[in-house]
């Protein structure tokens, strides 16, 4: 099986995922953190390797184990999408992630395999996400109870 490297278009994956879309609107940066942790998540249970661009400048540094961040600085992150993947050694190993029709024509035209934002956000996102978040809560809410049983609360 061949890795794939997903590039993924950042702003326009966000769009697709509402409560990343709401966040945006209000802190930009937010909204980053949150899709680089959902997309770490992912790609931890991958052997596929992960790109995520975003437009402008980075402001302040996000940590990630399993993905590269790139910011397109005074170009944007659809050229930046284009450029790597003119400059890839393969383009068949690689799998963009976008909803944009200009980037997603592009990169058919290369041989690059295309995947859009919604189908993927579906897909490896929002299912394990919506999971893992009720999982979480529910852990929460037994230690809680626990915790008061131990202190007499």
Do not use: W
């Amino acid at each position: 099986m061949n890795v794939k490297t997903y590039l993924i278009d950042g702003n326009n994956l966000m769009g697709k995922i509402k409560s990343l879309f709401a966040l945006q609107q209000k802190d930009k940066q937010a909204s980053r953190e949150q899709l680089v942790f959902l997309l770490d998540k992912y790609f931890k249970t991958q052997k596929n390797k992960g790109v995520v661009y975003f437009d402008g400048f980075q402001s302040t540094v996000i940590a990630s184990d399993f993905l590269k961040i790139k910011y397109s600085q005074k170009q944007t992150a659809d050229d930046l999408i284009r450029e790597d993947i003119s400059n890839a050694a393969n383009r068949k190993n690689l799998m963009v992630i976008t909803s944009d029709l200009a980037v997603a024509g592009f990169a058919k035209a290369c041989s690059t395999e295309v995947m859009k934002s919604e189908v993927f956000a579906k897909q490896a996102l929002q299912s394990k996400a919506g999971e893992d978040e009720t999982g979480i809560i529910d852990k929460l809410t037994n230690q809680t109870a626990e915790f008061k049983k131990l202190f007499g609360v």
